[in-house]
């Protein structure tokens, strides 16, 4: 199934500078964005985006391996990773009360964001990866995703494979 994907991550600050600072007093606001857009991402582009999965999932007693082999997609199919992580979004929604964890695995640890790998979230927060290609290429040794938190917390995920 063709996918097309479009990127974009956008952090615009707008800041009030007092009025004894060297700044023309009729406009006392600077504004400053740093922006970053990948557009049509699809099979054939750079980078290559031929598989999608998201799902919100469930720990079971705090933890869950998120393993990107078997991955939740659309309808509930299976999605069995196979090349590398062009993108990737971790959401830890704000209903949870606690932090989690998301690092490589610890028995056939996913090493294609680093090989020490961990991020936490606060309940809320959420982290987006564009690797571009550059990780590891998925396999039987090199594909799990150890998430950690409390009890049944829920982490959302987008994960874009190539």
Do not use: W
């Not at 996918?3 to 615009?12: E, F, K, L, N, Q």
């Not at 099979?43 to 393993?67: E, H, I």
Request: net charge neutral; aromatic share 4%.
């Amino acid at each position: 199934m063709p996918i097309s994907v479009t990127y974009a991550s956008t952090i615009t600050t707008v800041e009030t500078l007092a009025t004894n600072v060297g700044h023309q007093a009729i406009d006392k606001s600077v504004t400053a964005q740093l922006s970053t857009t990948l557009a049509a991402q699809t099979s054939g582009s750079t980078p290559s985006c031929v598989q999608r999965a998201g799902a919100d999932v469930a720990m079971t007693a705090g933890a869950l391996s998120l393993d990107l082999t078997a991955l939740l997609g659309t309808n509930g199919a299976t999605v069995v990773g196979s090349g590398r992580v062009q993108m990737v979004k971790f959401f830890n929604p704000a209903t949870n009360a606690n932090a989690i964890t998301i690092a490589k695995g610890a028995s056939n640890g996913y090493d294609g964001f680093g090989s020490s790998f961990s991020i936490t979230l606060a309940p809320g927060a959420e982290v987006l990866l564009r690797t571009l290609g550059n990780g590891s290429v998925i396999g039987s040794t090199n594909r799990i995703l150890d998430v950690t938190g409390t009890l049944t917390q829920v982490l959302s995920y987008e994960i874009i494979i190539g």
